[in-house]
């Protein structure tokens, strides 16, 4: 297995790789490193034989994956965004569309990327301290990495609207209620999905990789296009420069509406 500097990648008993982003000071907001990182272990999973399986899952106890870096971010505009959001769902649908199964463990923290991250896996068992949400309106800006798309998916328009549009966070069982995550861990949520993964696994490889494939043909593109494109856009405005600038500063954002 390659060795990486900003997540963990090990093989575990059972054929299964256990991939943890390892930025817990930053609660594992996924900067340009990771996003490579992650990209690898990706190529690495489908690659190597003796992997059967993958769980991706957050270092530390508080976050799975606080979403993108904030400090990047701020830097983007209209072109550089939208290239950006381009390459995180082109990263996310590798995973969506691994021919192997993907649990995410959210151990805490899965907000913007972070949420997005878990909604790519094909399936997640949440922590009791998980929180979900959708904050990027308050940034001044929409999700970028497939979350417009795969939250409407898995939840209906009616509740990706509400998330969208207001940024709420929501806990563990309300994200079960409205089926967001497969299952809210009672125990140890690692040894869960691997149980879970165990099940799979006796059944036939081939048969399990075409059921990925045709369910997520169940699902068209071009929304992820506009997705990329509108990140883009609202990159290069004054409301995306105050809302960075606001988290960053540790203050409330002042949205102008330009
Ligand atoms: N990017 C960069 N740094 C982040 C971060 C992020 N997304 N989330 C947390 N951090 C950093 C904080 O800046 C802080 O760093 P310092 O110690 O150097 O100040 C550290 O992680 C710990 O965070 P907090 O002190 O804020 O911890 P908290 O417990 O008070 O709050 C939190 C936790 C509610 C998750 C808060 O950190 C937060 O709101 N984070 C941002 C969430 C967010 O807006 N995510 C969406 C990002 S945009 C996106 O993802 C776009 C996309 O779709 C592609």
Redesign the pocket.
């Known amino acids: 297995m390659s060795s990486y500097q900003t997540i963990n990648y090990e093989l575990q008993d059972n054929n299964i790789a256990l991939l943890t982003i390892n930025r817990p ?3 594992n ?1 996924l900067n340009s490193d990771v996003l490579n990182e992650l990209s690898a272990a990706i190529s690495e999973t489908e690659s190597n034989e003796s992997v059967k399986a993958l769980i991706i899952t957050g270092a530390g106890e508080k ?1 799975f994956v ?6 990047e ?1 701020s830097n983007l505009d209209a072109e550089t965004g939208e290239k950006l ?1 381009m390459r ?1 769902q082109e990263i996310f649908a590798s995973i969506e569309n691994c021919s192997k199964p993907v649990v995410a463990v959210v151990n805490g ?1 899965a ?3 972070g949420a ?1 991250l878990a909604m790519a896996c094909h399936i997640r068992i949440a922590t009791s301290n998980a929180v979900f949400g959708l ?2 309106v ?2 001044g ?1 929409i ?3 497939g ?1 417009t798309q795969r939250l409407t998916h898995l939840v209906g328009k009616a509740k990706a609207f509400e998330f969208v549009l207001t940024g709420k966070q929501i806990k563990a069982d309300e994200a079960l209620r409205i089926g967001l995550v497969n299952k809210v861990s009672e125990n140890n949520a690692i040894d869960e999905a691997k149980d879970l993964l165990g099940i799979i696994m006796k059944k036939g490889p081939v048969a399990v990789s075409k059921a990925i494939s045709a369910i997520n043909a169940s699902f068209g593109d071009d929304g992820y296009k506009k997705e990329a494109e509108l990140f883009g856009s609202l990159c290069e405005t004054e409301d995306f420069r105050e809302g960075t600038s606001a ?1 960053l500063e540790k203050r409330k954002a002042e949205f102008k509406g330009r």
């Not at 606080?66 to 400090?71: H, L, R, S």
């Open positions: 000071d930053k609660l907001a976050a606080a979403g993108a870096d904030i400090k971010l959001s995180g923290y907000l913007g990327g997005e904050p990027e308050s940034l800006l999700p970028g990495y979350g988290f």
